[in-house]
């Protein structure tokens, strides 16, 4: 049971890691002079949307070999 349990805490902290990645956002603006245009401003991920992606995918693959452990250990258990 404890492996059951370790899995599943690898699997629901990345899932989390992920998640806050994903939404710690940056936002920057750049004001214009008056008379001069507009001002204009930009948000994304605080990692870059590269950075995004590689953390997403790391995630994804330890999610999916937490998964198969937790499959392995539940089958593992005595019935």
């Given at each position: 049971?404890?492996?059951l349990a370790a899995w599943t805490a690898v699997?629901?902290?990345s899932t989390l890691i992920v998640v806050f990645?994903?939404?710690?956002?940056?936002?920057?603006?750049?004001d214009?002079?008056?008379?001069?245009?507009?001002?204009?401003c930009t948000s994304g991920p605080a990692i870059g949307v590269p950075?995004?992606?590689?953390v997403s995918i790391i995630g994804a693959v330890?999610?999916?070999v937490a998964v198969?452990?937790?499959v392995r250990a539940w089958r593992a258990l005595p019935r």
């Amino acid at each position: 049971m404890n492996r059951l349990a370790a899995w599943t805490a690898v699997a629901i902290t990345s899932t989390l890691i992920v998640v806050f990645f994903a939404m710690y956002q940056v936002s920057i603006c750049a004001d214009a002079a008056p008379g001069h245009g507009e001002s204009v401003c930009t948000s994304g991920p605080a990692i870059g949307v590269p950075g995004l992606w590689v953390v997403s995918i790391i995630g994804a693959v330890v999610v999916a070999v937490a998964v198969w452990q937790i499959v392995r250990a539940w089958r593992a258990l005595p019935r």
